[in-house]
């Protein structure tokens, strides 16, 4: 989750004992105490937003929230993350956990949960996927997937809706954006969802076709819990569970873009203006868009419009924003930027679309 005390947390982990097993109603108010379930999974406090204390109640197949004394401003981050996982967190891993594994070499990952949700409290029930390009077991992941269950009071996720998608047979409501650690992208339940058992590889796909990620990268842990801002008491997850297999077969490939780059620039004397049309010319809308390309050597971007930009000089990925996330067929959402050059002035030899090769305007 949202963490600007990476280094501490990580300290404090390393400080933790953890049991070997729990016993039901096993009752944790540590900081970020955590213990183990089914010899297999790991539940943690993780009070990392608070001095105010925050006690969970663990169970043989979860936890409950016993007491929440934190308050936590609604336009800012959450007081904490109580959380039950598989995988690595801060050096802290499961028993037996086959995690981090690299995505290209899974061939399933499933998970179940079961929630209970309490009124009058303002919170999130928040379902985490943590990936990297490196096989990390400690510090904070690169990159952030979390499913919102559930939301109660006036509560956002970071960044800016980019669009909506379905999977796993149900809407969700895309947002992007980053909390200065890690990159994130959310997915927003249309209606609270109190119990679920779907396909984690689902959404990791997803991600990966909107170029946040590639095959290469490593699924680090699987994590369930709540993000309390204020009160939280009675919150549980009554039951979770989290299987990756590893194996031969690759994910499907990403969604093929059938795509249109139109390129236009007005120079002058050392600087720049870019216009670029993403036309989609394939037979199905296209939800969320990244459109890549390097920009020529000597080239600088210096300020951008109606995208987002990761980069400014060399490889560039241009990232949808919410008014213009979505390209009907035969239709075009377009951005621009402004930028300096020295020597002779060019432009892009290629751009991709999801990850799938443009032909050029």
Known sequence: MRRFLALLLAASFAAVAVPAQAQADTRICDQYGSTTVAGRYTVMNNRWGTSAE????????????ASQQGTGNTSGAPVSYPAIYYGCHYTNCSPGTNLPLQVSKISSATSSIDYTYVSGATYDAAYDIWLDPQPKTDGVNQQEIMIWFNRQGNIQPIGSVVGTATIGGRSWQVWQGSNGANAVISYVASAPITSWSFSVLDFITDVRNRGAIT???????IQAGFEPWIGGAGLAVNSFSASVNGGTTTPPPPTTASCQVGYGTNQWQGGYTANVTVANTGTSAVNGWTLGFTLPSGQAITS???????????????????????????????????????????????????????TRA
């Open 215 to 221: 095959s290469a990268w490593y699924l680090t842990s």
């Open 304 to 358: 951008s419009w109606n995208a987002g930009l990761t980069g400014s000089s060399g490889a560039i990925t241009a990232r949808n924003v919410a008014f213009n996330a979505t390209i009907p067929a035969g239709s075009s959402q377009s951005f621009g930027f402004q930028g300096t050059y020295s020597g002779t002035f060019a432009t892009p030899a290629a751009f991709t679309l999801n990850g799938a090769p443009c």
């Open 54 to 65: 925050q006690c969970i109640n663990v169970t043989g197949s979860g936890f409950s929230i």
